[in-house]
């Protein structure tokens, strides 16, 4: 069985979206590390994580430093190409998750009818509440070091159990909805 509950049970497959500006830096470490939990806790099959920017340019590469970061924990970003956050990519995810606070509101500026989908990376599953940019927001690493995109890993690490646990409330209420 795994993180998730027993495979066979699988009535609706979580859609998570990792949203910053480019594509290049944060969203794409951030879904491979989000993919990377899932597989070691056995819920592979049962989300799907993707990400896109609010102004990417589709086709640009993860940046060398994201690579070489990611590398160094195990993720794998050399097939990873920017993507822009478009009306189709939102309707299709069930919990979209913005980088910083100005994500949040572009996104919910430019996709009002899902707002309720849109959070914080670093409060998810819990709603921005008065907290200051610097509490909540990733730093863009873009520019800086291997290091500096290091911490960012850091940074995202103890959220993931968080979103996990979004992922089952999500996941159980999908389920119920199909009771009815």
């Known amino acids: 069985m795994g993180l998730l509950g027993p495979a066979s049970n699988i009535q609706h497959q979580v859609s998570v979206l990792y949203v910053c500006t480019g594509n290049i830096c944060r969203s794409p470490l951030a879904a491979a590390l989000l993919q990377d939990f899932a597989a070691r806790h056995g819920a592979s099959g049962q989300l799907q994580v993707s990400s896109a920017g609010t102004h990417a340019?589709?086709?640009?590469?993860?940046?060398?430093?994201?690579?070489?970061?990611?590398?160094?924990?195990?993720?794998?970003?050399?097939?990873?190409?920017?993507?822009?956050?478009?009306?189709?990519?939102?309707?299709?995810?069930?919990?979209?998750?913005?980088?910083?606070?100005?994500?949040?509101?572009?996104?919910?500026?430019?996709?009002?009818?899902?707002?309720?989908?849109?959070?914080?990376?670093?409060?998810?599953?819990?709603?921005?509440?008065?907290?200051?940019?610097?509490?909540?927001?990733?730093?863009?690493?873009?520019?800086e070091s291997v290091d500096y995109y290091l911490e960012v890993l850091n940074m995202l690490k103890p959220t993931l159990p968080r979103v996990f646990q979004g992922v089952l409330a999500m996941r159980a209420g999908a389920e119920h909805e199909g009771e009815r």
């Open 57 to 143: 340019l589709p086709g640009n590469p993860a940046t060398a430093e994201a690579k070489e970061a990611g590398r160094r924990w195990g993720l794998d970003l050399s097939r990873h190409r920017a993507r822009e956050v478009t009306p189709q990519i939102a309707a299709r995810s069930d919990i979209i998750l913005a980088a910083a606070q100005h994500h949040q509101d572009w996104l919910r500026r430019r996709f009002p009818q899902h707002e309720n989908k849109v959070y914080l990376a670093m409060l998810f599953p819990q709603r921005l509440a008065g907290q200051r940019p610097a509490e909540t927001d990733i730093p863009d690493p873009v520019g």
